[in-house]
């Protein structure tokens, strides 16, 4: 069947017994008392006897009672009543002990029509008079025909892209605990003893120290040590080793010996076992072509997340407090449990997977392309500090004469040709408050200044910077934290807080918890659809999408609404929208396949 199709039984419906006294009646025929057809007669009037309760729910069910009424004068009435009820046991599979899958809307919450009392299974409800105007549909009734949507929409987004989800949840979680990696293991190069009543060297002492040690190295930046008992790091950049890469030489601040040398990668100054984990979250070491597996992940996280919501909430509504939303069902067995575990995990996580799925699209190929432009058109891209001389001020020209040497292969270095030293640049920066884990960056040409920058991404922040004139040591330019733009301040903080940076440890343990959180929903997910697999006329099968058709009860309007919303999301998040284009190709290969085998199986020509 196709997704136009509305679902329908696979096979034939079977005639009803005959009941004791001749053929069964049937609505708007006509019966004797013998129970042959005839001219409109009324016949006596009986009690029909009372047939056994037959429930056919899946976990989290309403109960749906069916009366089947006769009377009148030759027409039979059929009144059919859904009541919402406590969730029914779900019928146990021989053995197993689990809820046994009895149709495949049992995924979706609603109410499952019973068979009537002689065995019948419930046909469509019956047509409206003939000339009777459609009634408008209600809000409830509305709600109700969006509902499938989303579950359907959860289904094929949790059996799809999960792979992609439960890749990057366990490169998070390796990434989450890379920092206290990286701290064992590189120990001897991060630390240096401190010597009783020791003071740190000059910091122009301990770079020369470092150049010394990488003589063919091009001086880039220097990390001055961020406190007692750490090392200061000199980097110098090497495109052999890659993009945002650099040579890092580790000088012990209290005596200038080199502690080690390592390479070290991007802003946040990784290490190679971090590096290596990093790149495995971002790319999986595929370069730009596996960076579309991370970016698929946080395009449809959000998405597969808040549907979850949405499926969980209507599910438990008959449930009174919080305790049925935010904590597992109690005494619940089978596929029942799986779901209620899977809903809470869900809920806890879901503030913590949507901050995911925003941030790591910032930064994304694609759609963080068209996050930047948004955020220039909103004037909320970072701003960036003045970081150039004018060469015919005061002192800069003779300060600069005899200095072109120095910008030669090794770069810029420090208190050459009238330069004056890093240790005056400190000063400066200090008098203008930028205090906080300096980063110092060397002038990038002879009408460079350098540039000083906080580098505390713990909570609170330090990100404020200054450049100083590399001849004169006056301030060129100062940049507060404080001074960007409100979304360029959430977008810098959301990046720490994504990479485990702004909260420190505890914000490593919170991201280790989300990341064990997202694999447990994935694993609940799967085994959900596993278990809903039909068990009858198959030796092997999987768990059933949920029926088509459905969006045919939700008002145009809506769908008009949704329409426009999915393809302003699909161009906005392109992968979101490539992505969306594939479930429904595959459900329209389903809805011909099944309509195959449909034709085949009642023997009805194609056309």
Known sequence: MSIDDPARPETPRPAPPDGPSGPAVRAGDPARADGTATAPAVPAARAPEPAPATAATTAGTGAATTAATTVGTGAATTAATTATAAPATPTARPGDGKG???????????????????????GPPPSPPEGAGSPAPSPRASRAGLRPLVLRLHFYAGLLVAPFLLVAAVTGLLYAASYQIEKVVYADELTAPVPEGGKPLPLDEQVRAA????????????????????????????????????????VDPYTAEVRGELVSYGGSGALPVRAWISELHRHLHLGEPGRLYSELAASWLWVVALGGLVLWLRRRRATRGARGVLLPERGATGRRRTMSRHGAIGVWALPGLLFLSATGLTWSAYAGENIGVLREQLRGATPAITATVDPSADGAAGGHEGHGGAHGDTGHQPGAGGDVGLDRVVETARAEGVTEQLVITMPADENG??????NDTQWPVHFDAVSVHPTTGETVDTLAFADYPVLAQLTQIGIDAHMGQTLGLFNQILLAALMVGLIALIVYGYRMWWQRRPTRGAAFAFGRPIPRGAWRKAPPATLAVLLVAAVLVGWFVPLFGLGLLLFLAVDLVLGAIARSRRRRATGTPAG
């Open 449 to 454: 200044a350098y540039v000083v920058t906080e």
């Open 100 to 122: 046994e899958d009895t149709g495949e809307g049992a995924d979706d919450g609603g109410p499952a029509v019973p068979p009537a009392a002689d065995g019948t299974p419930a």
């Open 211 to 250: 150049v010394e040690a990488n003589p063919d190295g091009t001086l880039g930046s220097v990390w001055a040590s961020p406190g007692d008992g750490t090392t200061t790091r000199v980097l110098f950049p090497n495109p052999a080793l890659g993009e945002s890469r650099s040579d890092a030489v580790f």
